[in-house]
């Protein structure tokens, strides 16, 4: 049985034979844009940088002397302002001293959260597709991944309700969910929510909630918490970060929240990851999330008007889009461009750049190897809308020349 972390990532493919890391798409993709000099709406971070305000107090806090080791948990003023942010948005109370944990961004909160309740023999549900590093904390568990399609409709990628109760059962340990979801753009309803809800209380499983796009969602669309739902805040983990929703990815503040209990074997986990991190970071973020609405509201619009244009621009030279409701994503059915040469998402992706100077990624990259779901998305592609005007202007001249004559 496979059981270190290298032999594990050799059989999920995350190593090559060598033990050499295997490239992923994305890196294959950016170096390509940048050979190609392509507008890069492949990779999701964004352009433009976060307030200058919240900047401005990183700064002070530098020169001010936060730069040591801060507390394991986090701030209190951060954990105090997490706490808040969740009662004034969702009406979810948290002890700060207790239910919050300050992360080096949402991947170690979720990588912590994962080591820390799952291991070898154990299930973890994701939906598929799913962002990357899910899967790659799943194989360092030594759990086994499992996974619920998301299939495209004309009301978004909706959860496979079937899959979803023929795929959790007792073995399941944890299902990850993740929504406002990347790479879908989908945000999960209310009723797909309940279903979840359903089965992670039937077989007593653990749910996990990445929840770093919960603020960049349109079309009147409205985030629910997994926590929020009847009965569920005691199995829930909720997992957030700064990151998206301040356009401050490189700062690597993120939080999870829940029953202390779950909490704290978190804690016991993510002690030896990092310890802490992000001193000068913590208090400007805090500042963030108490003063900050009216710059998530200006992001929000900004991102709104893009995903438009680049919706219409994306339909307007022959994509099948599915509008998304949330996140920095759109994600296009290239079927239209594929040829006996150009066969499939990936080679469309691998092909783009050359031939019109604009990069996107396949979303097989986010499916298993040989999956149903990466079968049924094999010609579907992801754009990115998270990028200044400039590079959006050039990606739409550029787009129109694939329109068919
Ligand atoms: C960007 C992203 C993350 C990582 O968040 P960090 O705070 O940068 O660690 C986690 N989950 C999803 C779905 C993301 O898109």
Same mark, same amino acid.
């Given at each position: 049985?496979?059981g270190r972390?290298?032999?594990?990532? #050799? ?12 490239p992923?798409i ?11 000099? *392509? ?5 999701g ?6 307030p200058?305000w919240?900047?401005?107090i ?5 020169l001010?002397?936060?730069n ?21 948005h969702?009406?979810? *109370?948290? /002890?700060?001293?207790?239910e919050v ?8 909160a979720?990588?912590?959260?994962? !080591?820390?309740l =799952? +291991?070898?023999?154990?299930e ?5 597709? @799913?962002y990357d590093s899910?899967?790659?904390a799943i194989?360092m568990?030594?759990a086994?991944?499992?996974t619920?399609? !998301? ?11 079937d ?5 959790v059962n007792e073995?399941?340990?944890v299902?990850?969910? /993740?929504?406002?979801?990347n790479? =879908?753009g989908t945000v999960?309803?209310?009723e797909?929510?309940t !279903?979840?809800a359903?089965?992670a209380?039937? %077989?007593?499983a653990? &749910?996990i909630?990445?929840e770093?796009?919960e603020?960049?969602?349109?079309d009147?669309?409205t ?10 805040? $005691?199995r829930?983990?909720? &997992?957030? *970060?700064a +990151?998206?929703?301040?356009?401050l990815?490189?700062?690597?503040? +993120?939080?999870i929240?829940?029953p202390?209990?779950l909490l704290?074997?978190?804690l016991?986990v993510k002690q030896?990851?990092?310890?802490s991190g ?14 900050g609405?009216? $710059?998530?509201?200006t !992001? #929000?619009?900004?991102?709104?008007r ?12 022959? %994509?099948?889009?599915? #509008?998304p409701?949330?996140?920095?994503f759109?994600?296009?059915?290239a079927?239209? %461009?594929?040829? *006996?040469?150009?066969t499939?998402?990936a080679?469309f992706?691998?092909?783009?750049? +050359? ?10 990259a @986010? ?5 149903? =779901? ?5 010609n579907?592609?992801?754009f990115? @809308? &998270? ?11 550029r ?7």
């Amino acid at each position: 049985m496979p059981g270190r972390w290298s032999e594990v990532a #050799r059989s999920v493919g995350l190593l090559q034979a060598d033990g050499v890391m295997s490239p992923t798409i994305f890196t294959e993709m950016s170096a390509l844009a940048v050979a190609t000099d *392509s507008a890069n709406l492949g990779q999701g971070f964004p352009d433009e940088e976060g307030p200058l305000w919240v900047r401005e107090i990183a700064v002070q806090a530098i020169l001010q002397g936060s730069n040591q080791y801060p507390p394991l948990r986090g701030i209190a003023a951060l954990r105090e302002a997490v706490s808040a942010h969740q009662h004034t948005h969702y009406g979810i *109370s948290l /002890n700060p001293d207790t239910e919050v944990l300050v992360t080096a961004g949402a991947t170690e909160a979720l990588t912590a959260a994962i !080591l820390a309740l =799952t +291991g070898t023999g154990d299930e973890v549900v994701t939906l598929e597709p @799913f962002y990357d590093s899910h899967a790659a904390a799943i194989a360092m568990s030594g759990a086994t991944h499992k996974t619920v399609p !998301l299939i495209p409709q004309e009301d978004g990628f909706r959860l496979d309700r079937d899959a979803l109760r023929a795929t959790v059962n007792e073995k399941t340990r944890v299902i990850l969910v /993740n929504t406002p979801h990347n790479p =879908t753009g989908t945000v999960l309803s209310h009723e797909e929510l309940t !279903l979840i809800a359903e089965e992670a209380e039937r %077989f007593d499983a653990i &749910v996990i909630t990445d929840e770093v796009y919960e603020h960049l969602l349109y079309d009147g669309a409205t985030h629910v918490p997994f926590a929020t739902l009847d009965g569920m805040f $005691d199995r829930t983990l909720t &997992v957030s *970060s700064a +990151g998206k929703t301040f356009s401050l990815t490189g700062w690597k503040i +993120g939080w999870i929240t829940g029953p202390a209990l779950l909490l704290e074997r978190v804690l016991a986990v993510k002690q030896y990851l990092t310890f802490s991190g992000g001193a000068p970071f913590q208090p400007a973020i805090a500042r963030a999330l108490t003063d900050g609405a009216e $710059d998530i509201a200006t !992001l #929000r619009q900004t991102l709104d008007r893009r995903r438009a244009s680049l919706i219409k621009w994306l339909t307007d030279a022959g %994509f099948h889009t599915v #509008r998304p409701e949330g996140t920095y994503f759109v994600c296009a059915d290239a079927s239209p %461009f594929l040829s *006996s040469e150009i066969t499939d998402g990936a080679d469309f992706a691998r092909w783009l750049p +050359g031939a019109i100077g604009v990069a996107c990624v396949p979303l097989s990259a @986010f499916c298993r190897e040989g999956s149903a =779901t990466a079968e049924l998305l094999k010609n579907w592609v992801r754009f990115t @809308f &998270v990028k200044d005007d400039r590079t959006l202007e050039t990606a739409r001249e550029r787009l129109l020349a694939l329109r068919p004559s």
